[in-house]
């Protein structure tokens, strides 16, 4: 049988997060870089996940690559669709979030969809539109200082209605906590006024269930993880799941370990200088990389002298302040390439040191590194914690990977991540 559910994800760990998110409710979940082709795909697939990096793109080029990703999942043969981007709903004021889902919408004929970051067990909830980071506003959250997407608006309805040419319109916390008769009287009333694009609100988890009951009918729904909490069993109830959950096993790879963390989230500096405090670290200076001052081939023999003893961190992390200055001495997209650029040949030499487990921090740096390292395609393993599997990849070296969005995980992800594995 072809997947029931094919998704579309605009980032790497968007796409892993996701994943978690399907393979908890026992679904057998693949995740490809880019369009597969349909002899590509395994055949015990329940969900197939297209992960792409088309977040902070141009928006032509974001909604291309959709559109094929959307094409090559149709000629796979899913079902139905899911556009999947961040629980901080990243973007900028052009897009990519509402071109895409637009452009989704005209090639399947839909009238209506939902968009729907919410994500309660990582702290983001929605209420009267507005997009909340463990109960402060998005645009006071830290969110604000993104290098690549700065979200300096918590009004969703306002920030998405920016990128779009349809309506949008608020389903509202009355509506969505009353049940699915309230959610589909509330979405008709929506499209009697002309609104097709549909800001959901949610603050628990038993709301984003009370949403599957309804959007799994839906040709195409949009949002974060979140919002496929409830619909592997709205599925199964159906018959359109087998009626026994598959198990996520944790991926069978040995070799050494390091830890790549790109982000400069609050949240992976964090966890950046937790690691760093018990475990050797090296900090990519990226000013000096575009300088010609620091180069991948220093960190790979620095690797080199430390990786016998146990797994290591390198690392572009930085406050705030320091990224503004980085920013404003070398430029935004070239610091941002710089980065990306030696953490992609750092990888590759890793591999080359007989590296075969990664926890990698940060969209844009996983995307590098997994394209470096040519990886097809990731099998879903267990949850580490919440958003963030263990995977194991699909082509390329056999590798363990573990891709965090920058804004999830505990202090200690790094350390408890490389625990799990054998």
Known sequence: MPPLLGCIADDYTGATDLATMLVGGGMRTVQWFGPPEPADVPDDVDALIVALKSRSGPVAEAVEASLAALGALQRIGARRFLFKYCSTFDSTPAGNIGPVAEALMNTLGTPQTVFCPAFPENGRTVYQGHLFVHGELLHESGMEHHPRTPMTDANLVRVLQRQVTRKVGLLSYPEVTQGAA????????????????????????????????????????????????????????????????????????????????GSCSLATQRQVAAFARSHPSWAIDVPAVVGGGQSA???????????????????????????????????REEAAAAAEQIMAEIAVGLVNLSVRRFVVAGGETAGAVIKALGVQGLRIGPQIEPGVPWTESIGGPRLALALKSGNFGTEDFFQKALEMLP
């Open 297 to 331: 081939e220093a960190a790979i023999a620095w690797a080199t002298r430390h990786l016998a003893d146990g797994p290591v961190l390198i690392y572009s992390t930085v406050a705030a302040e320091r990224l503004s200055a980085v920013q404003s001495a070398v430029g």
């Open 182 to 261: 309230s959610i589909v009287t509330g979405l008709e009333r929506l499209r009697n006024k002309g609104i097709s694009l549909v800001i959901c609100d949610a603050l628990a988890d038993q709301h984003l269930r009370n949403l599957a009951g309804v959007i799994a009918e839906m040709p195409l729904v949009t949002g974060s993880a979140g919002v496929a909490l409830g619909l592997p069993a709205v599925y199964r109830a159906r018959g359109e799941l087998s009626s026994t959950p598959a198990v996520a096993a944790v991926p069978q790879v040995t070799g050494r370990s390091t830890v790549l963390a």
